[in-house]
């Protein structure tokens, strides 16, 4: 037997696979790379299509900066506070500061989240607010969307002297990659926003993919909304598997996204020669707090450009799921859609022709890949409610492993400990698995 780890919670488990297994190992390639800024400070001090932040911020009265909520990896920690330094430099009081936390559909943040995410300095020096896309009233309207529906974003984020934000890139599977504009347009949108840009019409055109910002319409979707928005100034960073900054840089949204793209995509995109038959895939802390994220790890590996896993093969997650599905309004539609009769068939015909509200498109998603694979959350807090929602569960990843070797046959297994920043290109002709 051969033994390896994979990200659990905010530890990892360690696990055996047969001897006779072919097993492939997948991970991100090394994260230093060069001339690429890894110093917030440093590239603070240089920012990519635009002037200086004191510059900027010289004469304002009232600045916010949008960060990402506990769902995101995002180091705020390390990007925050050089943004600070810069508006305390230019005369901006600690009262004119709010931090407003993009938490888009999902549920309002902990005290000790936020201090978690942005440390207790900060926390205890600046006010450190919520959005909340249900509440009419703080919302502005910033653009006419499809159909006449108005496009709303948080009105303190709107009407600010001067709007910053903050962003991690890696690999998102509507987005293309996440960061730039999508932490103010998406995490700081009214429900219509999310809706459209989250809706089947959007999310099965086919310029709607991982790694692709060139001609994807959900990017330029967000990129508009952010332009609409006034959004200023961002500080987005990329990280290596280890949690390290693996690439900063500071400056104008587009510009910004567009380097940390390229480097996210030249650290992430590996090769692989076929298709596997099982696929262990690795999230840890945020994301396999709740069900709603940790999902992603299976629809990132069979909304690749080439499925990862052959028609008929499982997909196995280790995942906490402390919060079942998630606590939010968009993980509790998730939820109850997945939960569903009819089965995925029935989720996927039913939002082709009646839409989506937000989270129910992840549920889209999901029923698109287990129609053609099994997905097995191990180690799941509450097995009971995950299987309510169409998964399988396994107490070990050995177990889900001999489960799903049904015909005795030496499994060809693929090991990625870090699923959602690994971005597999199958170098082969497969068959098709999406509906």
């Not at 799921?321 to 998630?326: I, R, T, Y």
């Not at 992840?362 to 799941?380: C, E, F, K, S, T």
Request: charged share 20%; aromatic share 4%; proline share 8%.
């Amino acid at each position: 037997m051969s033994t390896w780890s994979i990200p659990y919670g905010r530890s990892s488990l360690t696990f055996s696979l047969p001897d006779d297994a072919n097993v492939t190992l997948l991970e991100p390639r090394p994260t230093r790379l060069d001339g690429v800024e890894t110093d917030p400070d440093t590239a603070l001090a240089h920012p990519l299509g635009s002037p200086r932040l004191e510059a900027l911020a010289s004469g304002k009265r009232d600045v916010v900066i949008v960060v990402t909520d506990a769902t995101r990896a995002c180091p705020d920690h390390l990007l925050v506070p050089p943004m600070l330094r810069a508006l305390e430099r230019s005369g901006v009081p600690d009262e004119a500061v709010t931090l407003l936390v993009a938490v888009g559909a999902h549920r309002a943040s902990t005290e000790a989240e936020k201090r978690e995410k942005l440390g207790d300095a900060i926390v205890d020096r600046y006010r450190v607010i919520d959005h909340d896309g249900a509440d009419p009233d703080q919302l502005v309207k910033v653009l006419d969307g499809p159909g006449g529906h108005p496009f709303l974003v948080n009105r303190r984020a709107v009407e600010a002297d001067l709007l910053l934000s903050t962003g991690i890139v890696e690999p998102h599977q509507y987005a293309g990659f996440s960061g730039g504009a999508k932490t103010v347009a998406i995490g700081c949108a009214g429900e219509n926003i999310i809706a459209y840009t989250h809706g089947p019409a959007m999310i099965d055109l086919p310029g709607t993919r991982l790694a692709n910002l060139a001609t994807n319409p959900f990017q330029q979707a967000v990129r508009e909304v952010a332009r609409a928005a006034g959004l200023d100034f961002v500080a987005n960073a990329v990280l290596g598997p280890g949690g390290e900054l693996a690439a900063v840089s500071y400056g104008a949204a587009e510009p910004v996204h567009d380097a940390l793209a390229a480097v996210a995509s030249a650290l992430m995109t590996v090769d692989i020669p076929h298709q596997y038959d099982v696929a262990i895939a690795g999230v840890g802390y945020p994301k396999d707090e709740n069900l709603y994220q940790t999902s992603r790890a299976a629809s990132y590996l069979q909304f690749a450009p080439t499925p990862v896993v052959r028609p008929g093969g499982t997909i196995i997650i280790p995942a906490t799921c402390h919060e079942g599905a998630g606590k939010g309004a968009g993980e509790q539609r998730f939820a109850a859609t997945m939960r569903a009769t009819g089965g995925p068939a029935e989720i996927i015909a039913h939002a082709r022709a009646q839409g989506i509200k937000p989270g129910e498109q992840r549920a889209y998603v999901m029923a698109q890949v287990l129609a053609g694979a099994r997905v097995v959350i191990v180690g799941a807090a509450d097995p009971v409610a995950i299987e309510a929602m169409g998964f399988a569960t396994a107490l070990t990843i050995e177990a889900a492993v001999n489960e799903a070797m049904t015909d005795g046959a030496a499994p060809e297994i693929v090991v990625i400990p870090h699923a959602l920043t690994t971005l597999p290109i199958v170098r082969e002709e497969p068959a098709t698995l999406l509906t």
